[in-house]
């Protein structure tokens, strides 16, 4: 994984805008099944190469190929794994801030922004296990091509795959005996798609926002104690899926739901944040342009990085339409290096992805790639007066 060693290396999350023909494929495809897959494979392949040439344009370094083909970036995985059945209405738990402002939760219902029901998620109804790895083949073949397509030039490039922590509590089990042999599960299947991304050549992103929004989520009912204790063994699980793959090869992302929602029931960064740098990985990536966490940013003062491990800090919003003054980028990258104490231990990034789920986004395409823009003046502003 490449460091900022002369400038401040840009790059996202993950999911990008996908465009309205493959939404509303994807969407389809998921409601009932009936879509002409070689159409489908074409509009992703498509969707694939606009979006590799987009982040090229805007100046991105550490690029990806914008989650083009998944429904979301957790349920995906019901359609590459064994052990998956429909799921069920209004199965997981609403989180606290959906209970505690209805008014804001039933504005969101009633927008018709959302497209696919994210509580009624695929849930295991058997063994899961991961035998047939076509669907990440395809994938990461998919990228290459759409690399070569464009002719793309990147610093470096990346591909995202669910933690097995959060794909445990998104996806509801209706199988196995406890929460932790279910996470274990999940573990043991996914560590065969991590092999095959860093195989493949790409820097594995694990996406793990279990860690924070799972506070007001799925273990509403634990303390902070007991919520910690179930992070860590989430941690402990995706270690055991990492076992082999080199640390420097692999960034965790965290967040507290990529949502414009109050967030007042969020944990603190300084909650979980030891609980990361246990992760085997050689970044960890956490939003910090928006409201409720900005301030937090400061926490790697007090609880420094360990040595060797990068922040990938998010200084552009992705549940807003306002476009980030380049002023604003820079003032926030140069905030996060004095925390950290060494710049070319900072990578620029987003708060976290901008089409995480298909069909259901809150910042517009043409403003997804005007903020993208402004995240790399922003960088370049910034490494004038950090290098």
């Given at each position: 994984?490449?460091?900022?060693?002369?400038?401040?290396?840009t790059?996202?999350?993950?999911?990008?805008?996908?465009?309205?023909?493959?939404?509303?494929?994807?969407?389809?495809?998921?409601?009932?099944?009936?879509?002409d897959e070689?159409?489908?494979?074409?509009?992703?392949?498509?969707?694939?190469?606009?979006t590799?040439?987009?982040?090229?344009?805007?100046?991105?370094?550490?690029?990806?190929?914008?989650?083009?083909?998944?429904?979301?970036?957790?349920?995906?995985?019901?359609?590459?794994?064994?052990?998956?059945?429909?799921?069920?209405?209004?199965?997981?738990p609403?989180?606290?801030?959906a209970?505690k402002?209805?008014?804001?939760?039933?504005?969101?219902?009633?927008?018709?922004?959302?497209?696919?029901?994210?509580?009624?998620?695929?849930?295991?109804?058997?063994?899961?296990?991961?035998?047939?790895?076509?669907?990440?083949?395809?994938?990461?073949?998919?990228f290459?091509?759409?690399?070569?397509?464009?002719?793309?030039?990147?610093?470096?490039?990346?591909?995202?795959?669910?933690?097995?922590?959060?794909?445990?509590?998104?996806?509801?089990?209706?199988?196995?005996?406890?929460?932790?042999?279910?996470?274990?599960?999940?573990?043991?299947?996914?560590?065969?798609?991590?092999?095959?991304?860093?195989?493949?050549?790409?820097?594995?992103?694990?996406?793990?926002?279990?860690?924070?929004?799972?506070?007001a989520?799925?273990?509403?009912?634990?303390?902070?104690?007991?919520?910690?204790?179930?992070?860590?063994?989430?941690i402990?699980?995706?270690?055991?899926?990492?076992?082999?793959?080199?640390?420097d090869?692999?960034?965790?992302?965290?967040?507290?739901?990529?949502?414009?929602?109050?967030?007042?029931?969020?944990?603190?960064?300084?909650d979980?944040?030891d609980?990361?740098y246990?992760?085997?990985?050689?970044?960890i990536t956490?939003?910090?342009?928006?409201?409720?966490?900005?301030?937090?940013?400061?926490?790697?003062?007090?609880?420094?990085?360990?040595?060797?491990?990068?922040l990938?800090?998010?200084?552009?919003?992705?549940?807003?339409?306002?476009?980030e003054?380049?002023?604003?980028?820079?003032?926030?990258?140069?905030?996060a290096?004095?925390?950290?104490?060494?710049?070319?231990?900072i990578?620029?990034?987003?708060?976290?992805?901008?089409?995480?789920?298909a069909?259901?986004?809150?910042?517009?395409?043409?403003?997804?790639?005007?903020?993208?823009e402004?995240?790399?003046?922003?960088?370049?502003?910034?490494?004038?007066?950090?290098?």
């Amino acid at each position: 994984m490449q460091a900022s060693e002369a400038r401040i290396l840009t790059t996202h999350v993950g999911s990008l805008p996908r465009g309205q023909v493959l939404a509303d494929l994807i969407v389809a495809r998921e409601e009932d099944g009936t879509v002409d897959e070689a159409a489908f494979d074409a509009a992703v392949r498509e969707a694939i190469q606009v979006t590799v040439a987009r982040q090229q344009a805007a100046g991105i370094d550490i690029a990806n190929d914008g989650e083009m083909e998944r429904p979301s970036f957790v349920s995906y995985i019901a359609s590459r794994m064994a052990g998956f059945g429909p799921g069920g209405e209004q199965a997981r738990p609403l989180p606290l801030d959906a209970q505690k402002f209805p008014i804001w939760f039933d504005n969101i219902n009633r927008s018709g922004r959302r497209r696919l029901n994210v509580y009624a998620f695929p849930q295991a109804i058997g063994e899961v296990g991961y035998d047939d790895t076509s669907g990440v083949e395809r994938e990461c073949a998919d990228f290459k091509d759409g690399l070569a397509a464009v002719g793309a030039d990147f610093a470096e490039t990346f591909m995202t795959s669910v933690s097995p922590g959060f794909a445990a509590t998104a996806m509801m089990n209706r199988y196995y005996d406890s929460h932790e042999a279910y996470v274990r599960a999940l573990a043991r299947g996914l560590a065969r798609e991590y092999r095959h991304i860093v195989e493949a050549g790409f820097v594995l992103q694990i996406d793990s926002p279990d860690i924070g929004m799972e506070r007001a989520g799925y273990f509403q009912a634990e303390t902070l104690a007991g919520f910690r204790d179930k992070i860590a063994m989430h941690i402990d699980a995706l270690n055991q899926a990492l076992d082999g793959i080199p640390a420097d090869r692999v960034r965790l992302h965290a967040c507290w739901g990529n949502r414009d929602g109050p967030h007042v029931h969020d944990p603190a960064v300084g909650d979980v944040v030891d609980l990361m740098y246990e992760a085997r990985v050689g970044a960890i990536t956490l939003p910090f342009a928006n409201a409720r966490h900005a301030h937090e940013i400061e926490v790697f003062r007090t609880c420094p990085l360990p040595d060797g491990m990068l922040l990938v800090p998010g200084v552009i919003e992705t549940t807003n339409n306002y476009v980030e003054h380049p002023m604003v980028v820079a003032e926030r990258i140069e905030r996060a290096a004095a925390a950290v104490g060494d710049p070319s231990r900072i990578i620029a990034s987003t708060d976290c992805g901008f089409g995480t789920i298909a069909g259901d986004t809150f910042t517009a395409e043409d403003v997804v790639w005007a903020k993208l823009e402004s995240l790399a003046e922003g960088a370049r502003l910034a490494s004038e007066r950090l290098f």
